[in-house]
């Protein structure tokens, strides 16, 4: 019986170092790509404008260190995916919730991506009776930037993009829908897993951490996250949910500082 369990340890063993070592493969593979794109286009641009002794107009100059600043926030964006998702499988991501109006939390959102959706008008639509959410508005503003920019990633320039709220009796249900090509049903299934990216040889793919992340947030939260295609023409809907644990407070208990 000792040495049955000792093999069985033993294959336990293997089966993760196994898995380990497939993840980390799967994860340089992913990454090493995502990594050199834009620090190429850094180093491209930085490069002329060194070499150009004063050659280049001023347009071409502003577009150069417009592009430097552009790689550089996706490089930014890549790296806290990671960040983030490392500290999600350590279980180190702490959701302090608080009682917040979510459409504080969205307007956060929407300023902070203010350059990305320029291209596409937003239509926010919250209902008037919408509570207050027990929520961390750090984290639940990562999960709208990763759907929004994923919203933008996958649909074309002046199309919209719809941010929809309305509570239930335990719930307050988000959705971010868009008017891209939608998902196929093998898709829905596989969009949240580690590193899945839809259409592979899409000029925007990412690493296939974004929603993976959200997903992680979510759960956290104690509320679920899935997608769907729209009922009413091409596009898709992801929608989370976030439960309304414990009372929300009453503003007229509270006591106000005089100052």
Not at 52 to 80: F, K, P, Q, S, Y
Not at 155 to 182: K, L, M, W
Not at 185 to 199: L, S, T
Request: negative net charge; aromatic residues 4%; glycine residues 6%.
């Amino acid at each position: 019986a000792i040495e049955r369990a000792r093999l069985a340890d033993e294959a336990q063993n293997a089966t993760v170092q196994v898995e380990t070592e497939r993840l980390r493969n799967s994860l340089l593979s992913s990454v090493s790509h995502d990594l050199r794109t834009p620090l190429a286009s850094i180093t491209g641009a930085a490069t002329t404008l060194l070499q150009a002794n004063g050659a280049l107009t001023l347009e071409t100059r502003h577009e150069l260190v417009a592009t430097i600043a552009e790689e550089a926030d996706r490089l930014n964006r890549l790296l806290t995916n990671l960040l983030d998702m490392t500290r999600l499988e350590a279980g180190a991501v702490q959701v302090k919730k608080e009682w917040q109006p979510l459409e504080e939390v969205i307007g956060a959102t929407l300023a902070r991506m203010n350059a990305q959706l320029q291209t596409h008008p937003v239509i926010v639509n919250l209902p008037s009776d919408l509570p207050l959410v027990p929520l961390d508005g750090v984290l639940i503003e990562q999960v709208l930037i990763n759907l929004l920019e994923n919203a933008v990633k996958y649909t074309s320039a002046q199309s919209p993009i719809e941010i929809n709220a309305y509570p239930t009796d335990d719930t307050v249900v988000v959705n971010v829908a868009d008017r891209g090509p939608g998902l196929a049903d093998e898709e829905k299934q596989r969009v949240f897993d580690k590193f899945y990216c839809i259409r592979p040889n899409h000029v925007h793919n990412g690493s296939g951490l974004g929603l993976t992340i959200c997903r992680g947030i979510i759960e956290a939260h104690g509320g679920r996250i899935w997608v769907e295609n729209r009922n009413d023409g091409p596009g898709a809907v992801f929608t989370f949910t976030l439960p309304l644990d414990g009372e929300a407070p009453s503003v007229d208990a509270e006591i106000l500082d005089p100052l």
